[in-house]
């Protein structure tokens, strides 16, 4: 059996979640031996989308895949990158276009070959206490589908100089960026043994229920995020309050301070030969 690493890492949160990414990344991807690292960046521009320096910062501190959910679309100059960056994603279940409407830029899921071995990265948005796009297990289905070959073969699955890949018993890893802990679990379970590991993200609280579920998918409702701890979600924690207490929607601002910064996810051991987990720890 040859096992290998997948570290997921959850939302980077403004500037301090940018330094704590590139302060720790590295050095836990050598200590961990890590083979392949997600990075959820869409809270990167100050804890409201992404930009081309963000993007390409996270790229540089060590994530192969950077993921995204509601708050992909702030920046609109952004949305080029999503168009151009292979390994830049954003939720799959958008609504796809029509006649009459031109269809959103970026892709939902892609495939990367590394040493030797095709990792495949599906990123999906939830509905439940979120906008209703389309239906994230039906769109689970339909790349599934893709992945084994049933449907169209003009995918979006290509290494990272463009080529195809060869992906047999490829590992699958899941961003799925949803509000409701209850679909999160929901979708692990719909996903278990289709796919390596579901993790969580949005919420910005880790989670201490990472397993291994029923069919051999690694699973976390919430990986957390990477910033300023010592906050409310990344966000400063007096202007959080006086939004509870107030019910003013006072403009959100990233968490100031010196207090050291912390990454959280998980890091799953995954048999390469038949993409099960094997273990999934947090970090």
């Not at 997921?8 to 690292?37: R, S, W």
């Not at 960046?41 to 804890?47: S, V």
């Not at 930009?51 to 895949?65: N, Q, S």
């Not at 959280?264 to 390469?272: L, N, P, Q, T």
Request: aromatic fraction near 6%.
């Amino acid at each position: 059996m040859k096992v290998v690493k997948a570290a997921m890492i959850g939302d980077v949160v403004g500037a301090f979640g940018l330094e704590t990414l590139e302060a720790q990344l590295p050095a836990l991807i050598k200590e961990q031996q890590i083979d392949f690292v997600t990075v959820n960046g869409e809270n990167a521009a100050e804890g409201f989308g992404i930009t081309e320096a963000d993007f390409r910062r996270i790229i540089a501190a060590g994530a192969d895949i950077v993921t995204s959910g509601n708050h992909v679309w702030e920046k609109r100059e952004f949305w080029q990158i999503l168009e151009t960056e292979r390994n830049m994603l954003r939720p799959a279940n958008y609504p796809s276009g029509s006649q009459i409407i031109q269809t959103i830029p970026g892709n939902g899921f892609t495939c990367i070959e590394k040493k030797g071995i095709s990792w495949i990265v599906i990123n999906l948005q939830g509905r439940e206490l979120m906008t209703p796009i389309d239906c994230p297990f039906q769109s689970l289905d339909k790349i599934i589908y893709m992945i084994e070959g049933k449907a169209a073969e003009n995918h979006p699955l290509v290494s990272a100089d463009g080529s195809s890949v060869p992906f047999a018993f490829p590992i699958i890893l899941i961003d799925f960026h949803a509000e409701s802990s209850r679909e999160k679990e929901s979708l692990g379970y719909y996903a278990d043994g289709r796919v390596s590991l579901i993790a969580g993200t949005h919420t910005h609280v880790q989670t201490a229920d990472e397993k291994i579920l029923p069919r051999g998918s690694a699973y976390i409702t919430d990986l957390g995020m990477t910033g300023n701890t010592d906050s409310v979600i990344g966000m400063d924690p007096q202007i959080c309050l006086e939004r509870a207490h107030k019910q003013v929607l006072y403009h959100m601002e990233t968490a100031a301070g010196e207090s050291p910064g912390k990454i959280h996810g998980v890091i799953a051991e995954i048999d390469a030969e038949t993409g099960k987990a094997v273990s999934v720890k947090r970090i």
